[in-house]
């Protein structure tokens, strides 16, 4: 070792290898993230044969669970965002006490394990629950094995993703922007979709993204509530308890393939969005 | 800070030395604990039913042989055991509700290919209906009107899903025989009204919550999950139970029809073997003598199960010599 010199800062040089090297190192790193995260989904997208692939997308029962799933996820993305927004709106500008709590509660849900969560909905939802109850007594409203089921399910996994991008995209907005609309004239609701949501759009729309492939994966807390009718997670277990790897495979491919077709317009859209009004 | 004596070239050198460093800590962590234990693991795949003698049973094991750590699974017996056929996991020990799954799933065509060629029964159930003070009939349902209450209008009745789980088909069985012996023509129907398919779960023990929730009156289950649940049972005639192995030639009467076949009814014996391919064979051969004697037979019907006395294989000459010793050979029903 050398004895303490205190060194001149290097500002000066050449960083050129440096940079290069950060540059491998991290494409190293993301390779080895990449290939955990593509290998296994690659293997399972090679797993069936054409004809067990044909014979899932010709399964009458295998249509109606994928697309018994697209219409609840769409549906829970939808609540979630609905109700969710607004709720990431008081968190990112309130200044109220237990903002913290409250946004704690929010995230909670991805930490308990689903099949708890799916006995929790259960306590609440079901025919002698406290919504549950009341709904079907007075609404005729069930959420036991019915499509209301699977998007409580769904929602109550899925939100916190919706709450939280929506959340970190309305922080991101300056507030004086909005200060400088509402000086302008326009009054607070305008200034919020005029300004504000659009601005955030970006982070909503990816929430909107992760709330919908987060819901339409749920499978221990959607089976707790609803069995049947089957959503495609509860579809593809059945299948590789009735018939096999073969045959669950190719469901499960096939779910896949529907998924990464939305993801693809889903960003194309976000990213449009944001390339055309974002700015910041 | 220290003091920056590095050029730019050896700042990059340190940075992948600690990415280094980082990785293999990440492998010590996640190799940690499989490389720690200088133990023997005995991995048991068993019906999810038996969770809780086989837990007692895993007590015993490891007590008697501290060198070594029992880790059961559990779950249904078609997923435990094409968890082995189809996924090919390792495991010394699979352990079913349904005699049949393994020679339906692990023996092979004509003595090839196949992961197993015997098996042990160790352990009766019966099929039963559990409810809780809430149920609807519950105050005067009996062990004669049980059909009639289960049919009253609005009452809500879970069971298992009869094309993935045996006590779901059992289910269908019990009830098929029950009209016979009861003498009542649709009684098996006017039941199964009740039990439609949104009362139907992958397995029974999953609707438990939804029967102490007050969701569903009643649950077609085993009685071993009556007794370890603490729950509310009828008893059933062994006419119709599936619980007596005497009566297997009475039993096939009992039909139940699924999406790939109808299935004549069986007794409801437990029965387990030793995988090809287990890594622990030896240890996996103790581990039947243990369960097949007399401390794991205590066990076992302590938990609600019916004792196999005796217990009885398919195929004794092929079982290791400890579990061999132990056994009858199976009767010819």
């Not at chain 1, 699977?150 to 300056?174: E, G, H, N, T």
């Amino acid at each position: 070792m050398a004895a303490r010199v205190s060194d001149p800062p290097a500002a000066t040089g050449n960083w050129a290898p440096a940079a290069a090297l950060l540059r491998l190192v991290f494409w190293l790193l993301g390779m080895v993230l990449l290939a955990v995260v593509a290998l296994p989904l690659l293997r399972l997208a090679l797993a069936p044969s054409i004809a067990n692939l044909v014979a899932a997308a010709r399964d009458v029962e295998v249509r109606d669970a994928l697309w018994l799933s697209l219409e609840g996820a769409a549906l829970a993305a939808l609540v979630a965002m609905v109700l969710g927004v607004p709720l990431a709106y008081l968190l990112a500008r309130g200044r109220f006490r237990g903002r913290g709590f409250i946004a704690a509660v929010v995230d909670l849900p991805l930490s308990v394990p689903h099949t708890v969560s799916g006995i929790a909905l259960l306590m609440v939802f079901g025919r002698r629950g406290i919504i549950g109850a009341p709904a079907e007594a007075y609404l005729g409203l069930r959420f036991w094995a019915t499509l209301a089921g699977i998007v409580v399910a769904m929602v109550f996994v899925a939100a916190p993703y919706m709450v939280s991008a929506a959340r970190i995209a309305f922080a991101a907005v300056d507030p004086r922007l909005e200060m400088v609309a509402r000086s302008l004239g326009l009054g607070p609701w305008r200034v919020f979709f005029r300004v504000t949501l659009p601005l955030a759009w970006h982070g909503i729309a990816t929430g909107f993204t992760l709330t919908f492939a987060r819901a339409i994966s749920e499978f221990a807390a959607v089976a707790m509530l609803v069995y049947y009718p089957m959503t495609a997670p509860v579809k593809i277990y059945e299948l590789f308890l009735r018939f096999g790897l073969d045959e669950a495979a190719a469901a499960a491919v096939l779910l896949l393939a529907v998924t990464l077709a939305l993801f693809l317009v889903f960003r194309h859209f976000a990213y449009g969005e944001a390339a055309a009004g974002g700015g910041r | 800070m220290t003091p920056r004596e590095n050029p730019p070239a050896r700042g990059g050198r340190t940075l992948i030395e600690a990415g280094i460093a980082a990785l293999c800590g990440i492998a010590l962590v996640v190799a940690g604990p499989e490389a720690a234990a200088a133990k023997e693991t005995l991995t048991i795949f068993a019906a999810g039913t038996l969770a809780v003698p086989f837990r007692a049973i895993d007590g015993q094991f490891e007590r008697s042989d501290p060198g070594v750590t029992v880790e059961p699974q559990f779950g249904g017996s078609v997923m435990m055991a094409k968890r082995i056929t189809a996924l090919h996991e390792p495991a010394d020990i699979l352990a079913v509700a349904d005699y049949n799954v393994i020679p339906k799933y692990l023996f092979g065509q004509d003595g090839k290919g196949g992961w197993t060629d015997w098996y042990v029964g160790f352990a009766r159930n019966a099929i039963t209906f559990v409810y809780t003070p809430k149920s609807k009939g519950a105050h005067d349902i009996t062990p004669q009107n049980w059909y009639e209450v289960l049919a009253r209008p609005g009452v809500e009745i879970g069971r298992s899903n009869p094309d993935t789980d045996p006590s779901g088909y059992q289910t269908l069985q019990m009830l098929s025989l029950a009209e016979a012996y009861y003498k009542v023509p649709g009684l098996a129907q006017r039941v199964l009204a009740n039990a439609p398919r949104r009362n139907i779960r992958d397995t029974e023990t999953a609707l438990i919550s939804a029967l102490q929730l007050g969701q569903i009156d009643y649950l077609a289950i085993y009685r071993s999950d009556a007794v370890q649940h603490h729950l509310e049972s009828l008893k059933l005639p062994s006419e119709i139970d599936l619980s007596d192995p005497a009566r297997a030639h009475d039993y096939a009467a009992g039909i139940a029809k699924t999406k790939s076949s109808a299935l004549a009814g069986r007794p409801i014996v437990y029965a387990a073997t030793i995988p090809a391919g287990a890594p622990h064979a030896a240890l996996a051969a103790i581990y039947l003598a243990l369960l097949l004697g007399p401390q794991g037979q205590a066990i076992i019907a302590r938990d609600g199960f019916g004792a196999m006395k005796p217990p009885v294989a398919v195929n004794p000459e092929h079982a290791p010599p400890a579990v061999k010793a132990l056994v009858k050979p199976w009767p010819k029903s």
